[in-house]
């Protein structure tokens, strides 16, 4: 198994109180040229656990379990270390490309940048390697464009860019945070086909991370849905988005706006009643019983524990799968 993450708990450190937790026993496993979308609305713990993938997060935070990749326990390697595997061998690819280009600097020459890094190959190779990534992530007219600078390309050509460069550098592992939230719904289908093209030619494994579960069901082989920091529904994507066992995996699904459907009888579309609570002012028990139209008294006297049903689908719910179904 490429990336295992076991029982990961994050908290930061507080002046006055005790450690508040961030998120609370997450665990998941991704294999290479697979892909595992994490999704869940802002609150949920997304971030942070991208944060914790990729050895950034800051000193105030803390996160402990384990992050098995390859084998290593990434949150057991120092910096210089963890230096070593960020960009080389798990790639990241940020929701607002330019966050990731230098506006100041060629496309070609942030690729080739990123290549001559990380492998000992002449100034001409990275180029030419540069411009068969902007072809493979189809920049129309590469040759011409590859000195162009991010401010001449459209949004979704600078997330193509941002693709190419985590690519150039042949991580084993991506992570795609929210890469289509920004585009139209055209190019955001592109990029996706992109993404799909790049995972089962190169066997990378990818873990997207999104709001949005059109996004999670055009592309992920595995779903994991986040709550207020914390896992409540895992499984094969299309049992998920089709048989959704947790109520809010359905207020989700319900709340997507869908062609001839899913608009109620005033015009509107159907949304979770509530917000994510504070993480610093959990409900007692459940933490989606404030909002959770199945709620009962025994939902609130303590947090269900995440089980395992024996089709391998794991749940947080006191309802069980066979109620949930
Ligand atoms: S445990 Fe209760 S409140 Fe929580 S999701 Fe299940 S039914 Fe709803």
Known sequence: MMLEVRDLAIDIARPDAEPLRLVNDVSFRLAAGRTLGIVGESGSGKSMLLKALIGLLPGTIRATGSILFDGTDLLALGEAEMCRVRGRRIGMIFQEPMTALNPA???GDQIAEGIRW???????????EALQWLERVRIPDARRRI???????SGGQRQRVGIAIALAMRPDLLIADEP???LDVTVQAEILDIFDELVSDLGVGLILVSHDLGVIGRIADETLVLYAGTRMEEGPTEAVLRHPRHPYTRGLLAAMPRRGGGVGAGGD??????TVPSLAALPPGCRFANRCGCVTEACRAAEPAWRTAADGRGLRCILG????A
């Open 105 to 107: 600097q060629r496309i």
């Open 118 to 128: 990380h492998r000992r190959v002449s100034a001409a190779e990275a180029r030419a």
């Open 147 to 153: 000195d162009t600078y991010p401010h001449e390309m």
């Open 180 to 182: 289509t939230t920004a």
């Open 269 to 274: 579309l159907p949304t979770i009643p509530g």
């Open 321 to 324: 799968p066979e109620a949930a």
